[in-house]
Every structure is written in C-alpha cells, then in structure tokens.
C-alpha cells in the first residue's frame, strides 16, 4: 500500500516538472521572438546611416543629366557631392516636399534595409514626410500600439551653386540646420 | 504526534519557498529597472553622440564653406573697408560677422550675415533639442590662401564646450577644418576688372581657355588684399589705368605677360 502511495507521489511530481518545463520553455521562447530595443535602434540608425552616405554621384550621370535607382523622376542634385540625406535638405529647401517623400520611399521603405517584423516614419525638423499623406506619427495604424518605438537623428546642413541654362548668374545657396529623424517600430 | 511535526516542516519549508521566490523576483524587478535606466541612459548618450559627431564632421566644415564664400563675396562686392586691411578685417567677418573701426563695430550684410556666430546660433535649437548646451564655441583663422585660380582654400581651427543637460556629459573638443572654396559666382571686386575673358555680366566665371595658367591673372586674393599693382614684363605697375579691362587688350596687341605678386622693389 505504501509502494503504491510513493509511486503516485513520484508521477506525480514527474507531471508536475513536465508541466512546469513546457512552461518555462514557452515563456521564453516567446521572449526570445520579441523584437529587442537595440534591434530597433540599431534599424533607426542604419536607415539613416545608408541615406547619409549613400551619394548622390552613385545614382546620377550629370554629364548626361539623368538619375535613377531612388533618384528616379526627381530633379538633378545641384550639389553633385551630396548624400541621399544632403539632397533631401536640398530638396527641402527648394519646397520639393513630394520628392523627399519619393526618395525615403524609393530607397528605405521599397528596399529590404528594414526588418520586416518593423514601420518605419522620416521626419525632417519635425514634419512628417514618409509614410505618404499622414501629419503625425501617432496616426498611422499600429504605431500607438506598438511595444517599441526606436529613433535615431541627425543635424543636416549643406550648400549648393544654383545656375540656371538662362542665366550666367549664379546663386550660392545654404540650408538648415535641419534635424532628420527616422523612428523604427514593431509591428 | 509526528503528524504534527511533519504538518510543521511543511509549513516552514513552504514559507521559505514562498520568501526565495518573492526575493528572486523582487531582486529581478530591481535588476530590470536599473537595466532599463542604464538602457535609457546610455539611449540618450548615444542620440547626443550622433548630434556631436554631425556637428563635429559635417556642420562646422559645411559652416566654414558657407560662411568663408559669403564673407569673401561681401568684401569682393564691396571692397575692403578703407583704411582696413583684408587680413585685419576678414578674420573678424568671418567669426563675428562685423570689423572693429576705432572703439566701434561694423556689421556687414546685417543680421543676417553668414559668420560662425550667425550658424552657432541656428544650431543652438537644434542641439537643445538634443539636451546639448553649448558652452563655449570659438574659432581663429589660421590660414587663407590661393589654392587654385578658382579656388581659395580657408583653414580654421575650431574649438567648442557642449554640455549635456542633466550633466551626464560633456564633449570638449579642438578641430582643425579646411575648406576649398569656389569663387566662381561671386562678383568681381571693383575696379580690378582685369580677367577679361573670366568676368561676365559683372560675376566671375570658369575661364573656358585651358591653357591660362594663373600666372597670367592676379589671383582673387591678391585683388582683394589690396596690395595691387600688375606684373608686365618684369616691372610691377601699382596704378594701372584709369580704365583697367585695357591691360587685358594690350595683353593681346604686346604681347607682354602680365603676372600678379607684385615686387615692391621693382615698383615703378
């Protein structure tokens, strides 16, 4: 009769690590899956690390005046030595609000740079230009709940001469300081 | 009897079950937190070390690049104040955005003059916004000089204090910065229309004959510095003509070579 007791307790406790194990296991596993902070700050970063030193002599033939890769459609560099985030200072001190949002499009969010288990939004000294249509990040669909949001940002400034084919003026021209800010978030 | 001693243990040892576990969580909970501020913290200092290093890199040598044409287009557009030298005043312009004339300032091109104090103050926000507070900025220039017909190159040193808000770091740092600045686009300095063949419509521009070397030209600095005077042929002329774009046709109908750096011994 105690045998029987001592072979019930010892299943039982059996059952019991079992039960505990797949507990233990799953918990982290789902743990393991999440997406990290540094995972996120590391893709803010990047993003704007490839678009400050990719440049624009990479995607543009200024002999021939024609661009393509992300520069496809949009207006030629006026500072040949730019980088992809210099042209979007450039472009945004000529009002070309549009072809910023082309840009980020064509070279972030259409490329495999981001993870994609993460959003992504591009702001330049505050306004919101990428994704298209939406004024504040908060609006856009799973940002609020999302269990980690991650930034990264950069000053940009830059100058360019500016001569138009009529004229033999030309305008020396300066822009921002201006903060870019690319935020990152699970999705 | 033992059935009560037994009922004993097992409470004990289950309240010690009880007090281990809480123990280990609470210990986790503390770890996680003190994690979760170091995390935090070490965010901060790593969104204000990229606002450094882009103010370090990238803003203070595009700053000298604008600030150095701008400043040099003002003086070629209106002439060194008299009685100034270019080098007395031009260092000044270019940190200050004004020269001192006896116990006076002088602003040039008003208040929004191109200078490192004007761009020290646009970027002043922008850092803040960071939690970066500039302390101390300065700058002396250590060098201009001719680089190239087209070309002047400017070397500055530049020196700044920034502070992190909360006091959890400051960056202290001395950079050397050199910019190559074009002077095509900017005006031609009064009176010294010489280069012909480069001046168009009152602006300079790319000379289109490849084989003009700079010697045939007195360089942009020179002009500006005021110590005039054109080499031809060996003997140095300080006041030309009353009418200088002349030198450049007789240049053609004498054949004579005209050179810049004037020899004050060779005067006449």
Not at chain 1, 97 to 106: A, R, Y
């Amino acid at each position: 009769m105690k045998n029987k007791k001592g072979y019930y307790l010892v299943i039982d406790s059996l059952i019991a690590i079992a039960i505990l194990s797949i507990g233990i296991f799953l918990i982290r596993g789902s743990l393991a899956n999440s997406p990290s902070q540094i995972q996120g700050e590391n893709l803010a970063h990047d993003t704007l690390s490839f678009l400050a030193s990719a440049k624009v002599s990479d995607f543009c033939d200024f002999e021939l005046s024609i661009c393509w890769g992300p520069l496809t459609n949009l207006e030629i560099p006026k500072n040949r030595n730019n980088s992809l985030l210099g042209y979007i200072g450039e472009l945004k001190k000529n009002g070309r609000q549009g072809s910023i949002t082309d840009l980020i499009e064509n070279s972030v969010a259409n490329s495999h740079i981001l993870n994609q288990n993460f959003n992504f939004t591009f702001m330049l000294d505050g306004s919101l230009f990428y994704p298209r249509g939406i004024t504040k990040p908060e609006d856009i669909n799973g940002y609020k709940s999302s269990p980690l949001v991650s930034s990264s940002s950069r000053i940009i400034f830059g100058h360019y001469d500016d001569q138009l084919p009529s004229d033999p003026f030309i305008q020396f021209e300066n822009w921002g300081p201006y903060t870019a800010e690319a935020r990152v978030w699970a999705k | 009897m033992g059935k009560m001693k037994k009922g004993f243990i097992f409470s004990l040892s289950s309240i010690m079950l009880v007090a281990i576990i809480s123990t280990i969580i609470g210990m986790n909970a503390s770890i996680e937190r003190a994690k979760t501020e170091l995390e935090l913290t070490s965010l901060r200092v790593a969104i204000m070390n990229n606002y450094v290093s882009d103010f370090e890199d990238s803003y203070l040598e595009n700053i000298l690049y604008v600030s150095g044409k701008y400043m040099l287009g003002m003086l070629a557009e209106n002439g060194v104040p008299a009685g100034k030298g270019f080098d007395d005043v031009f260092p000044q312009l270019l940190i200050n955005g004004s020269y001192r004339q006896g116990s006076s300032l002088v602003a040039i091109g008003g208040s929004g003059a191109k200078s490192f104090n004007f761009f020290r103050n646009e970027i002043e926000p922008k850092l803040e916004e960071a939690g970066i507070n500039i302390v101390d900025f300065d700058a002396e220039l250590v060098e201009i000089r001719q680089d190239s017909p087209w070309t002047v190159e400017l070397t500055v040193d530049f020196k700044y204090n920034l502070q992190d808000k909360n006091n959890v770091s400051a960056w202290d740092g001395s950079i050397r910065k050199k910019a190559s600045i074009s002077i095509i686009g900017l005006k031609n300095p009064e009176g010294n229309d010489v280069i012909v063949n480069d001046f168009k419509d009152g602006r300079w521009v790319e000379n289109p004959n490849p084989l003009a070397s700079s010697d045939q030209y007195m360089s942009f600095l020179t002009m500006l510095s005021g110590e005039g005077g054109y080499n031809i042929n060996g003997i140095c002329i300080k006041q030309i003509f009353t009418y200088p774009m002349c030198i450049c046709k007789l240049t053609g109908f004498l054949n004579v070579k005209i050179t810049y750096c004037c020899n004050q011994d060779s005067t006449i």
